[in-house]
């Protein structure tokens, strides 16, 4: 296993900066640390890493369980855990059965380390590849309330519902994306195949050729005789854009910007909201102080915009103000969601509000769904026509002008 040092910035329930370094797989394991500790993380930068003994994750990419995988090891953990199935025996289990071997790797070093004394909470931390912040916290509280059985189901649902909404998300971004490359192939072949042939014609008659035609030959030329060098450019282009949202300040900007996309935009926004709606009522539920559950849920948004501006929500909480206020101030929240928070607030209904407007957000989401289809059909439409009607042009105009020139001679 694989262990880093890391230092760290935290503050206490009572708001007091610490500074301090750790020993752990992962920055989240240290987080996990630090809140179990009662304390809120601010910032975690790793230093140095070394060699240890011991069973852990590989450090060599592997495939990632899928979320149908997590839900049925949630569902799992949890018929075994209220049937009263000791832990070692259930993971024993499980590790057996389940189908995905990186799964099953990952719950035999979680059985390692549970026999090594550590808490199941722990043991999960050591592999964040597969199990989030969000969820080694939610086992934690598990552990500690003595009710994981139903910490794992709602860990179950929730990720159920997480699964449904992200798919939804990607079936709305699906047929633009397939139009599109058709539109981008077709445009290639063209350039490859068709307009070099009518080039031939047109400079055997020596017609004189309007600026559209011109333009697309041009266009041609370049596919035909630079293309390694597009090809090139295109890795490249693609090579850098991969590393800037890899970075920090890129994945901050992409989030911040994919919010605000024309169409898709809104239905990102609410599904960001369903889920930090959903995660909240979790957190809360189970009995988690409020600042952790912000800290826990702004990492578990996949949203570095969003995040930040849920983190920023614990200083006003710190300096007394309501949730309700914090939440106003952020900017990321809408009536709907700002009204419910003040109402929980007022009758102790928290949790049970941000249920609902979790199936709102989801009602609504999957109802843009539906709709975006329509609304891009008409664009995707106008695109396709345009470029019809430039390539018609390019290849008509001068065949009509030869057409023209050959009946007058």
Do not use: C
């Not at 590849?129 to 939610?138: A, C, D, K």
């Not at 370049?222 to 890899?246: I, N």
């Amino acid at each position: 296993m694989i262990l880093a040092s890391f230092r760290y910035k935290a503050r206490t329930k009572r708001g007091d900066a610490i500074e301090g370094s750790m020993e752990a797989v992962s920055s989240t394991a240290v987080a996990g640390q630090l809140i179990s500790s009662g304390m809120t993380p601010v910032d975690i930068q790793e230093e140095t890493r070394r060699a240890a003994g011991g069973i852990g994750m590989p450090v060599l990419l592997r495939q990632r369980p899928r979320i149908e995988d997590l839900i049925l090891f949630s569902r799992q953990m949890h018929s075994l855990s209220k049937a009263g199935v000791p832990l070692l025996q259930a993971l024993s289990g499980l590790a057996q059965t389940t189908r995905h071997a990186e799964l099953a790797r990952t719950i035999g070093g979680v059985r390692v380390f549970l026999e090594e004394g550590r808490d199941l909470a722990t043991a999960l931390s050591n592999f964040p590849q597969v199990f989030n912040l969000f969820y080694v916290s939610m086992v934690r509280v598990g552990e500690t309330s003595g009710k994981l059985d139903e910490i794992f189901l709602q860990l179950a649902h929730y990720l159920e519902r997480d699964k449904n909404t992200r798919d939804q998300v990607k079936a709305a971004v699906r047929y633009p994306l397939l139009v599109l490359g058709a539109i981008a192939v077709a445009v290639t072949i063209i350039n490859m195949l068709v307009i070099p042939a009518f080039a031939k014609v047109f400079a055997a008659h020596g017609a004189d050729l309007p600026l559209v035609t011109r333009g697309l030959i041009a266009a041609s030329n370049l596919m035909l005789h630079y293309w390694p060098a597009l090809l090139m450019f295109a890795a490249v282009a693609v090579s850098g854009l991969r590393y800037w949202l890899a970075s920090e300040s890129g994945r901050y900007r992409w989030d911040k910007v994919k919010l605000r996309l024309p169409l898709l935009g809104g239905i990102l926004h609410r599904a960001v909201m369903a889920r930090f709606s959903r995660l909240f009522a979790i957190a809360t539920g189970a009995g988690v102080p409020l600042i952790t559950t912000l800290a826990v849920v702004a990492r578990a948004l996949d949203n570095a915009y969003v995040e930040e501006r849920v983190l920023a929500m614990q200083g006003g909480l710190e300096r007394g103000e309501t949730l309700t206020r914090t939440a106003q101030v952020s900017g990321m929240f809408d009536g709907l969601v700002l009204q419910m928070l003040a109402v929980g607030e007022e009758t102790g209904s928290v949790e049970e509000l941000l249920r609902e407007v979790a199936n709102y957000y989801d009602k609504e989401v999957e109802y843009d769904v539906n709709r975006l289809g329509a609304a891009v059909e008409p664009i995707l439409t106008v695109a396709i026509a345009g470029i019809v009607l430039v390539l018609a042009l390019g290849v008509f105009l001068p065949m009509w002008s030869m057409a023209d020139l050959a009946r007058r001679h």
